[in-house]
């Protein structure tokens, strides 16, 4: 077992991504050849099955009429990049901002509590693996959060202790940047989405700079996650896999995890199964490492070999919390709670996400409003581009700032933003009123000085 996640086979996500890759589309994709205008689209069901493509390919939440003109559109996109230049329909999208997103990995952070106050360096990774992996049902679910405005902003707080900001800090590419504090850690991330658009299916690539520093010891990590990949998209059931490997390495010590995402197989074999170790310093394993990121995590101590030592036994270190029943996106508890006013300081940033009229409206399930509100925001971030392009003004953030450092990824080069600090000492200046702006408010220049 210990040979299949050993991290001495360096580019071993890609090799065994190829692999498995081109064995999966050879066995499960099917060619929606039947429906005229569409031949050689492939539908991939998780569930396997050849024989019916083209009643598979029919099902899904688009009607006829949209999927029809969605794909005379998309078709042109085909290889691309589609991350900001392609206008969406509202139906496909969930009622939260890649912003909010961001912060559903705050849901589970009590894990970081564990890691915090473990004395033991790898049951510590054990802890911080686990919480990372729980943010994986957020990224299972098949609906779209809307791309954040230019100096759209998301604040949380009443939750575990935690302040959370994040801003979106670049259009063109879009990235967005985070930060979190409480007494146990200190967490900083840069994110800047890339796709690659494949007729029924999106290849979404993390290009991200994480950073997580322990207080109480002082380690810092860094995570490198897999890719995910969106299938079915026009055809059929979209569902959404991640294969390859999750790498997380503490920079102080060089001790490290791998944890390898299997592909989703025939009849969905595999499907969201994770398996991999904690590694010492010299590359040693200590710990196990198996479950399902949709639903739990379990550990064990195991020998060199990657072996579960005699008298020991498998663990639990985090299971996923129970969904509502009958909930239209999927949402936890915790995920309903980002779009409320309850986990928001007060006053509230105009700014903030939860303000959006299109999110609003598309929380009310209000398609047709939704849809009017989102042509209206896109309008008005171009015009304040070209605004902003003839008075020859840049854009800067108000909560973080560019550096000189550049991150290198699997898939690119990264601009890395750093948090100013702003944030706390305005917080600290302001006083608490439920006096918070009612209308969303991210814009650089208002209708008075858009002349």
């Known amino acids: 077992m210990a040979s299949n996640n050993d991290p001495k086979q360096g580019s071993g996500f890609f090799a065994s991504f190829a692999s498995t890759i081109s064995s999966f589309g050879s066995a499960m994709s099917k060619s929606v050849n039947g429906l005229l205008g569409y031949e050689g689209l492939q539908v991939i069901n998780p569930d396997g099955g050849t024989e019916d493509a ?20 998309m078709q042109n996109y085909i290889g691309s990049d589609v991350t900001s230049m392609v206008t969406l329909p509202v139906l496909i999208f969930e009622p939260m901002t890649m912003l909010q997103k961001m912060a559903e990995l705050m849901e589970y952070s009590y894990l970081l509590e564990l890691a915090d106050e473990c ?28 791309n954040p405005i230019l100096g759209e902003t998301y604040e949380l707080v009443n939750h575990g202790g935690i302040t ?46 994480t950073r997580l520093t322990l207080k109480k010891s002082g380690v810092v990590l860094d995570l490198v996650p897999p890719l995910s990949k969106a299938n079915n998209i026009i055809f059929g059931r979209t569902w959404v896999d991640s294969p390859g490997d999750m790498i997380l390495t503490n920079l102080t010590t060089g001790e490290k995890v791998v944890l390898y995402f299997q592909p989703c197989g025939w009849f969905g074999a595999g499907r969201y199964e994770v398996d991999g170790y904690v590694y010492d310093a010299e590359e040693e394993p200590k710990f196990l490492m198996t479950g399902k990121c949709n639903e739990f995590m379990s550990y064990q101590p195991c020998d060199s070999e990657g ?11 985090w299971r996923a919390a129970e969904l509502p029943k009958n909930d239209k996106f999927q949402y936890t508890h915790f995920a309903h709670k980002l779009n409320s006013f309850d986990t928001a300081p007060k006053p509230l940033l105009p700014s903030d996400s939860r303000l959006r009229p299109d999110r609003l409206a598309l929380e009310h ?26 008075k020859k003004d ?55 000085s858009q002349t």
Do not use: C
């Open 119 to 146: 004395d033991d360096p790898h049951m510590r990774l054990v802890y911080a693996a686990s919480w990372f992996i729980s943010v994986y049902p957020a990224i299972q679910r098949t609906w779209k959060p809307f």
């Open 164 to 209: 959370f900001i994040a801003e979106q800090v670049s259009h063109h590419p879009p990235m967005s940047a985070a930060h979190a504090e409480s007494e146990h850690f200190v967490y900083d991330i840069t994110s800047k989405l890339k796709t690659k658009f494949l007729g029924n299916s999106v290849d979404i690539y993390p290009v991200g700079r």
């Open 365 to 390: 399930n209000d398609l047709s409003k939704a849809g009017a509100e989102k042509a209206r925001l896109e309008e008005r971030q171009r015009a304040e581009k070209r605004l902003r392009e003839s």
């Open 307 to 317: 072996e579960p030592t005699p008298g020991t036994e498998l663990k639990e270190v």
């Open 54 to 73: 083209e009643d598979e390919a029919q099902k899904g939440r688009w009607r006829q009429e949209d999927r029809d003109s969605y794909w005379k559109m």
């Open 394 to 448: 840049e854009f800067k953030p108000k909560w973080f700032e560019l550096t000189d450092e550049m991150a290198t990824t699997p898939w690119g080069e990264l601009e890395v933003y750093r948090y100013n600090g702003k944030y706390e000492q305005y917080r600290a200046g302001v006083e608490s009123s439920d006096k918070s702006s009612q209308e969303f408010d991210p814009w650089q220049y208002h209708e008075d």
